[in-house]
């Protein structure tokens, strides 16, 4: 059977596996070697087997499986998701070009367009991933890409994504959405209509909080593109961080279940909690884009964000009393962690910028693991006993 054409959980296994296995080894073996012996003959520099080339056996198997996962044509991996990010936008934009971006953002991507977009002579504005009617105005006859995030950090909203599709198809926009929080288990870029999808493989899709990687997959013809830029930029992912995202991706779909789950059960208990003031998590009702969550996804993701009545000072004395969840700025993994974006993935923010985009001193984002969820409430319950 083509695997291509098999349900996720079997794609996630096997996609993109070498048939013949090579030498039988039913795991891709690492290819640990910088040089290759070369045919006198070859003319095409990019023939060359070099590791920085993106063309060892480890990088086309897993590239091929994130891409299979996604059901698009093809796919390329990186040494980081901000590898990923910032080749494919530059790779995008060419010379002089204008992106919108949702306002929202991961803060790396973000630093990446204020601090250094402009010296380099590209430019961007920020959108409300909220009000379509907004986008119209900010076009430019410089306007190459339109780049969002499924699920957004740290409160989770979530774009109109349906919106941002049929936008850039109207004006002829690369769409390119960041797919890190809502992983391939819970939402398709590619089949609702974007051109490309990213991800820091460093979170879901390895999994295991132990290599950095990224990812960007669409069609042939875009992803050659960035493939290009990547082979000359040089962030491409060294052979034995391939072995292990490899590994991690193949229980990518039970593992992001079983940690959407655990969201959803922690959101509902803590929402009803006295010490806390607001849950933010998609598959609540009560978040605001939760109608339009329900739309695009099957689960919610494995982050949420909670609030608490106590304020700044509450949220570092939870920190401190939790004794599962470590203190750490990341997510994705299977053990749960937790961090307050105001001192971590949001301090790069000015406290004007963090007031305008909600991000409140005391909001603690909690990553969820794969650990069992009554442990993780009744843990909550003890450190929130003032
Ligand atoms: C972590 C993260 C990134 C950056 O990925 P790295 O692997 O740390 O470079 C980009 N986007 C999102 C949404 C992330 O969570």
Avoid at 121 to 126: H, K, S
Avoid at 162 to 168: E, M
Avoid at 351 to 376: C, F, H, P
Wanted: aromatic share 6%.
């Amino acid at each position: 059977m083509n695997v291509n054409k098999s349900r996720l959980e079997t794609r996630a296994v096997h996609a993109g596996t070498r048939s013949p296995r090579i030498e039988g080894a039913l795991v891709t073996p690492i290819f640990q070697s910088t040089v290759f012996e070369s045919p006198a003959s070859i003319d095409n520099y990019d023939d060359i087997v070099y590791p920085r080339l993106n063309n060892l056996p480890n990088h086309d198997v897993v590239g091929k499986r994130i891409a299979s996962l996604e059901g698009a044509e093809s796919g390329l991996v990186f040494a980081s998701g901000m590898a990923a990010i910032s080749t494919a936008l530059v790779a995008v934009l060419g010379k002089g070009g204008h992106a919108l971006v949702q306002d929202q953002l991961y803060g790396g991507t973000r630093t990446l367009l204020t601090t250094y977009f402009g010296d380099w002579g590209l430019d961007f504005d920020f959108i409300d991933g909220d009000d379509p009617d907004s986008w119209r105005g900010k076009l430019q006859t410089n306007t190459r890409t339109i780049f969002t995030e499924t699920i957004a950090n740290p409160l989770l909203q979530v774009a109109d994504h349906r919106a941002i599709v049929a936008f850039a198809r109207e004006h002829g926009l690369v769409s390119m959405v960041d797919n890190t929080f809502a992983t391939p288990v819970n939402f398709l870029p590619i089949e609702l209509g974007y051109d490309l999808s990213l991800h820091s493989c460093t979170k879901y899709l390895n999994g295991h909080s132990d290599i950095t990687a990224g990812a960007v997959v669409g069609s042939d013809t875009q992803v050659r593109r960035v493939r290009s830029l990547l082979n000359h930029l040089g962030g491409s992912l060294d052979a034995h961080a391939c072995f292990l995202l490899d590994r991690g991706i193949k229980t990518l779909v039970v593992r992001v279940r079983e940690q959407c789950r655990n969201a959803l059960t922690l959101a509902r208990h803590l929402e009803g909690h006295r010490a806390v003031s607001r849950v933010h998590y998609p598959g609540l009702e009560s978040h605001s884009h939760h109608q339009r969550a329900v739309d695009l996804f099957p689960d919610f993701g494995g982050v949420l964000a909670i609030e608490l009545a106590g304020g700044a000072d509450a949220a570092a004395q939870l920190i401190e009393r939790l004794t599962i969840p470590t203190s750490g700025p990341s997510l994705g993994g299977v053990e749960t962690l937790i961090t307050r974006p105001v001192v971590t993935s949001h301090s790069g923010l000015t406290a004007i910028e963090r007031e305008r985009l909600g991000i409140t001193d005391g909001l603690l984002r909690v990553s969820l693991g794969i650990e069992a969820v009554e442990d993780i409430i009744d843990d909550f319950e003890q450190a929130l006993v003032s």
